[in-house]
């Protein structure tokens, strides 16, 4: 591509790849677990540019309120209550090239199970601008027929790693 034909979009793709991408290298190169948690932020950060991309504002918007914002400083917090594991002297991980390896493996799976598949023919001229509005969004996730019952699940498994978090957090009596 020729850098006279980049776009505003191009960039900003460009830009929030490389802060999607860089932040999980970050969080898989790290230790320490605080740095790795600051690294989470950057790649969830990217995440939510990805949404703006998308015309998707509620969604970007709930990215970082709720992982950016919730998420992360619990991480933060968790990670703190847990002195012992904040005081470690290496500052990479050993075992970077496994992975590396590992994500190389789900990119390609991803690539050729979900991506190729779906989008491999499709015609960018046909496609839709605008997939579905915050109001779909919103009763897709309340619907019995649709994803209640993934959002309930993951709303259960949530509040029990929280559960779990204060009870190894606490000191014993």
């Known amino acids: 591509m020729i850098i006279g034909q980049l776009t505003p979009d191009a960039f900003a793709f460009g830009f929030f790849t490389l802060l999607t991408l860089g932040g999980a290298f970050g969080v898989a190169m790290n230790r320490n677990l605080v740095r790795g948690v600051i690294w989470l932020i950057v ?53 970077w090239w496994l992975s590396a390896l590992v994500s190389l493996a789900a990119f390609l799976l991803l690539f050729f199970v979900v991506i190729v598949p779906v989008w491999g023919n499709a015609d960018p001229i046909t496609a839709p601008l605008e997939v579905a509005t915050t109001v779909d969004f919103g009763i897709s996730l309340v619907d019995g027929n649709q994803y209640v019952l993934p959002f309930e699940v993951a709303s259960l498994l949530l509040t029990a790693a929280l559960v779990g978090a204060i009870v190894i957090a606490r000191e014993e009596d």
């Open 43 to 95: 790649s969830l950060f990217g995440m939510a540019g990805f949404f703006v991309l998308l015309s998707a504002p509620f969604l970007a918007a709930v990215q970082v309120l709720v992982y950016i914002g919730a998420v992360g400083i619990l991480f933060t917090f968790a990670v703190m209550l847990t002195r012992g594991m904040t005081n470690i002297r290496e500052r990479y991980n050993e075992q």
